[in-house]
């Protein structure tokens, strides 16, 4: 079965100071990892997708990197508007297109 | 370009009535999913439709049933609903590709009384 484990469940940052959230997973043969962004009583928003070990990528503020285990979003310098809960999510290869959430972390930056 | 769009926003409903949720998917985009979303939890897989057939089916009841329309919207139905179906409802859709990003629609907050 497939499995996401998101850590720190709730992260409270002051403005400017940067951190990371971590994505752990287990799945039989990774098709893609999927961060997303959710706004309170919203859909989630999509921010990146990562396919295979050593792959980054960066909008903005923020940078997925993947490896076998894992997968990282750091958020450089927040900013308040980057408050939000930020979901993990992963697709299996025997497991078609379906996506395979975890519980998310609930981001809150201070100005 | 319309992203995805679900319709209602909201809906109260009372234990054992009947519900049915619809969406619209992204414009170019075939393939819609159903997920539902507890509060303070990630959305769980409900079920996926391509070419009008469910294709992939989440640990839902029988209860929670679909279709897909020639023009690739969809629809969710829920029979005899629950105090547990209180959720946030949410579709998402791709192309056909298998790895093709799922874009998510804003939801429709169903509370069961």
């Known amino acids: 079965e497939d499995q996401v484990t998101q850590s720190p469940e709730a992260l409270r940052l002051q403005e400017g100071e940067s951190s990371s959230l971590n994505c752990s997973y287990t799945?039989?043969?990774?098709?893609?990892l999927f961060w997303y962004r959710q706004d309170p009583g919203k859909g989630p928003e999509f921010l990146f997708t990562?396919?295979?070990a050593g792959e980054e990528k960066e909008k903005e503020r923020l940078k997925a990197t993947l490896t076998k285990k894992e997968s990282f979003l750091h958020i450089t310098a927040p900013k308040p508007e980057d408050s939000a809960t930020y979901l993990c999510?992963?697709?299996?290869?025997?497991?078609?297109?379906?996506?395979?959430f975890g519980e998310g972390t609930q981001l809150t930056v201070n100005p | 370009d319309a992203g995805v769009t679900q319709s209602p926003t909201h809906l109260i409903k009372t234990r054992g009535q009947q519900v049915t949720l619809r969406c619209s998917p992204k414009?170019?985009?075939?393939?819609v999913s159903w997920y539902q979303q507890a509060l303070g939890q990630g959305p769980q897989f409900i079920f996926q439709?391509?070419?009008?057939?469910?294709?992939q089916r989440g640990n839902f009841p029988d209860r929670f049933s679909g279709h897909q329309f020639p023009n690739y919207s969809s629809e969710l139905n829920v029979n005899a609903l629950l105090l547990g179906d209180s959720a946030l409802y949410l579709c998402?859709?791709?192309?056909?590709?298998?790895?093709?990003?799922?874009?998510f629609g804003p939801g429709t907050r169903l509370t069961v009384l």
């Open positions: 998402a859709s791709r192309g056909s590709g298998s790895t093709d990003t799922q874009y």
């Open positions: 799945v039989s043969g990774l098709r893609g």
């Open positions: 990562l396919y295979s």
């Open positions: 999510a992963v697709q299996a290869g025997r497991s078609g297109s379906r996506l395979t």
């Open positions: 414009s170019g985009h075939d393939t």
């Open positions: 439709y391509y070419e009008e057939e469910e294709r």
